[in-house]
């Protein structure tokens, strides 16, 4: 049966991006420099590496996501560390919108419209494993508002925004997860996996 994980960076302070002008809470802002240390680029790719399909979010699609990491796989060929980048572009992609909007022409792209209860039952159910979903930040706070990810991966920066735009709110005040496991790597980046 699939599962939906959902993968975050956050900082210290619990954002997903930061309004703070010059905030460093980010080691990576997913361009080519590339700070995270060997232990935690290796969880990352086996992440991918055991990922069904994509979910992401119509903005994210819109905003270049697939061509980047294609661009990215391109400039660092048979580099183990990039081999996500080759992943994501072999995995089906699933892409959440709203209703009424038609496909783009992305490559291996299913867009999917409906509320997320039964999107997210349909991305589950046209991949055979794990469906793993970066957001962005509207698309993960309302998957977690309907209680629909199986796995939260949250990737905690050593840093603090400030303020900025955030995933989770009070009605997570009575859900609760189950600790799966917690790594803190050498770069600083602690790792952790929250399971129902």
């Not at 905003?63 to 072999?90: C, K, M, N, V």
């Not at 419209?113 to 970066?134: I, M, S, T, W, Y």
Request: net charge negative; with cysteine.
């Amino acid at each position: 049966m699939s599962r939906l994980i959902l993968a975050m960076q956050t900082s210290i302070d619990g954002f997903v991006d930061s309004s703070v002008p010059g905030a460093a809470w980010q080691q990576w802002n997913w361009g080519p420099d590339w700070p995270w240390s060997a232990d935690l680029r290796a969880s990352f790719n086996q992440l991918l590496a055991g990922a069904a399909g994509l979910l992401l979010s119509r903005p994210m699609a819109d905003d270049g996501y697939l061509a980047h990491w294609a661009r990215t796989a391109e400039q660092h060929p048979g580099d183990p560390d990039w081999e996500f980048a080759r992943t994501i572009g072999s995995l089906p992609v699933l892409v959440a919108s709203r209703a009424g909007r038609p496909e783009r022409d992305w490559p291996r792209t299913t867009v999917l419209n409906g509320e997320l209860p039964d999107l997210v039952a349909r991305a589950k159910a046209a991949v055979d494993g794990d469906l793993v979903c970066f957001g962005g930040a509207g698309l993960a706070s309302g998957l977690l508002r309907a209680d629909l990810p199986d796995e939260l991966r949250l990737f905690t920066n050593p840093g603090f925004a400030g303020t900025g735009r955030t995933v989770f709110g009070p009605w997570l005040a009575t859900r609760t997860y189950r600790a799966a496991s917690a790594t803190a790597h050498a770069c600083g980046v602690v790792e952790t996996r929250w399971t129902r």
